[in-house]
Nanobody, 127 residues
Framework: QVQLVESGGGLVQAGGSLRLSCTAS????????MGWFRQAPGKERELVAT????????YYVDSVKGRFTISRDNAKNTVYLQMDSLKPEDTAVYYC????????????????????WGQGTQVTVSS
């Protein structure tokens, strides 16, 4: 069964850090660009960051640039999201997702490009 499993969420004070992990099974990880999304209560799901298969190319939404870092370890079928200098407005359920990639240097920024999703992990940042 193909699945993505996230871990690493939790409660942290503003200014703190968390690292999210997402491990894939049942699919060729190295054929997928990966993305992290988040959804806060009452808001639409939004892209946070995405990374190509090669890990050379990444994209971040403006609100997290300079604070979050996406990375991947293809040998471990795992993608990470290092979140530093967290703010209360980062509070949300965070989801990882996989998008079949046309080549190793493409990343995807549209939700519709992603066809496999994890169950989500809660991140709460207190002020």
């Amino acid at each position: 069964q193909v699945q993505l499993v996230e871990s690493g969420g939790g409660l942290v004070q503003a200014g703190g850090s968390l690292r999210l992990s997402c491990t894939a099974s049942g699919r060729t990880f190295t054929r997928c660009a990966m993305g992290w999304f988040r959804q806060a209560p009452g808001k639409e799901r939004e892209l946070v960051a995405t990374i190509s298969v090669s890990a050379i190319y990444t994209y971040y939404v403006d609100s997290v640039k300079g604070r979050f870092t996406i990375s991947r370890d293809n040998a471990k079928n795992t993608v990470y999201l290092q979140m530093d200098s967290l703010k209360p407005e980062d509070t949300a359920v965070y989801y990882c997702a996989a998008a079949p990639a046309i080549n190793s240097n493409t990343y995807y920024s549209r939700i519709s490009d992603y066809d496999l999703w994890g169950q989500g992990t809660q991140v709460t940042v207190s002020s």
